[in-house]
């Protein structure tokens, strides 16, 4: 049998980890996000170099993301990317999605008219590499899952939220 005093240090200890847990946990599960982590305080702009492709494939052919890197140089793409490269500015936002944003102006028209069409069609799952994490202070993994992204125009800006 338990003793009052016993049921009643039960509840404030539930009570207590319950207070303390809120703190720790997202209020919601995005796609991607790992529920136990959580989104870095501020927002950390990178420059990235996506490569648009199956990961699957040999060649990266299809549609997708191939690799994504951090571009720790001039902010301006080279001349000669590839029609499956191109270069955007990308944060976690306060939800803890990865949000990229395309420049339309730097985009290849091809590459703009293959990969950017209404939608951005994922394949295949592709989890963010823990250098660029490391780099924006997202504690834990993300994976963007397969799928079809919304793109939003705004301006000379194409922007993605995974």
Request: charged content about 25%.
């Amino acid at each position: 049998m338990i003793s009052k005093g016993g049921i009643m240090k039960k509840i404030i200890s539930l009570i207590m980890m319950t207070i303390i847990l809120g703190g720790v946990l997202p209020g919601k599960k995005a796609s991607g996000l790992d529920p136990f982590m959580s989104a870095p305080k501020f927002k950390i702009k990178m420059t990235l170099e996506f490569k648009f492709g199956n990961p699957r494939h040999p060649d990266c052919s299809g549609f997708g993301i191939c690799y994504i890197h951090i571009i720790l140089g001039p902010q301006n793409p080279p001349e000669g990317l590839d029609i499956r490269q191109a270069y955007a500015e990308a944060y976690f936002d306060d939800d803890g999605h990865l949000i990229a944003e395309f420049s339309k102006s730097k985009l290849r028209n091809d590459t703009r008219n293959t990969y950017f069409k209404d939608i951005f069609l994922v394949e295949e799952n592709y989890e963010i590499p823990q250098d660029i994490l490391h780099t924006a202070q997202f504690q834990g993994s993300y994976t963007i899952k397969a799928g079809r992204y919304n793109i939003t125009e705004d301006g000379d800006i194409l922007r993605i939220r995974f």
